[in-house]
C-alpha cells in the first residue's frame, strides 16, 4: 500500500488550547478513509489541516508535519496545494451561475483550460464522475441554484474534479440532505476512490460503515484507534470505540 497523506506528531491549537494532540496518521492512495468521533474530537481540525483551511483563522497554531507524497504540506504554495486537494462542505454552494459555468469557472480561474475548445469535455467528464450528467446533461445553461440539494452537493464534487484533484476531502457531506441524495453521494464516493484519495468526516457511522476502507475514531483530540472498517465495526479494541459505534457513548 502507497501512503498518499503521512501525518506526523501533528498538534493543533486555537488560542494555545490543543483541539488535536500529537496524531499520527496515514491515508492510503485510492482510499476512503473515515473519521468519526463525538462533537470536539478534533475532526474537522484534521481535516482542515490537509489543505491548510485552518491557516486562515489566526487563532490557529500548530506543531508537527504533514506529507502529500514526499512534499511537505507547509512548505507547498498555498494555489498548488489547493490544486492537488480539495475539499467538500457540508452544505453545497452552488455559484450563482449556470451549470457549466460552475463547472468551467475554477479551471478557468486556474488557467488549467489551453484550448476552448476543452472545456465541454471538462465538463462532461466532470459531471459523469459525480454521477450528474445524465440528469442535467439536457440543461447545462440553466441556473445551478435550481437544483435540488442532492443534485447541488453532486454539482459541488463535480466543481472539484474539474481541476483534477488528487485527494478529496468530505466534511458532513450529506449532513442536510434526504436518504435518496444521500445514497447518490455515496455512490458517487465509492466510484471515485478509483481514481482518487478520499478522507471522509462523518457523524454519521452507517455511512462510515457502508463506504470507507478504513476508520479512524477521534476522542478528544486524541485519536483512540484505527482500523478496516469492517473490523473496526465488528470488533473493536477500544471500549471507547465500541461505545461509539454501537449509541452507548456518554
Known amino acids: 500500500m502507497v501512503n498518499k497523506i503521512k501525518v506526523e506528531n501533528l498538534s493543533c491549537y486555537y ?7 500529537s496524531l499520527n496518521i496515514n491515508v492510503v492512495q485510492n482510499e476512503i478513509l473515515s473519521v468519526i468521533g463525538p ?8 481535516l482542515r489541516t490537509l489543505n491548510r483551511m485552518n491557516d486562515l483563522d489566526i487563532t ?7 506529507y502529500l507524497d514526499d512534499n511537505n504540506i507547509f512548505d507547498m ?3 498548488s496545494l489547493r490544486k492537488r486537494v480539495g475539499m467538500l462542505f457540508a452544505m453545497p454552494i452552488p455559484l450563482p451561475m449556470s451549470i457549466y459555468e460552475n463547472i468551467i469557472y ?5 488557467g488549467l483550460i489551453t484550448r476552448e475548445s476543452y472545456q465541454d469535455t471538462i465538463v462532461e467528464q466532470a459531471l459523469k464522475d459525480a454521477s450528474l450528467w445524465n440528469e442535467v446533461k439536457d440543461r447545462l445553461n440553466s441556473s445551478a441554484t435550481r437544483m435540488s440539494g442532492g443534485q447541488q452537493q ?3 464534487i463535480a466543481r472539484i474534479l ?3 484533484p488528487e485527494v478529496i476531502l468530505f466534511d458532513e457531506p450529506c449532513s442536510g440532505l434526504d436518504p435518496v441524495s444521500t445514497a447518490k453521494v455515496e455512490e458517487s464516493m465509492l466510484e471515485l476512490k478509483q481514481k482518487y484519495t478520499i478522507v471522509l468526516v462523518t457523524n454519521n457511522v452507517k455511512q462510515a460503515s457502508r463506504v470507507s476502507d478504513r476508520t479512524a475514531f477521534f476522542l478528544m483530540g486524541k485519536l483512540v484507534e484505527i482500523d478496516k472498517t ?3 465495526f465488528v470488533s473493536p479494541k477500544e471500549k471507547a470505540t465500541e461505545d461509539y459505534i454501537t449509541g452507548r457513548f456518554g
Do not use: I, Q, W
Open 15 to 21: 488560542n494555545k488550547k490543543c483541539v488535536l494532540e
Open 39 to 46: 462533537a470536539s474530537s478534533g475532526k474537522t481540525t484534521f
Open 60 to 66: 490557529y497554531s500548530r506543531k508537527g508535519d504533514v
Open 77 to 79: 504554495k498555498m494555489e
Open 106 to 110: 475554477a479551471p478557468k480561474r486556474l
Open 154 to 156: 453532486r454539482l459541488c
Open 162 to 164: 474539474a481541476v483534477n
Open 230 to 232: 469492517a473490523r473496526l
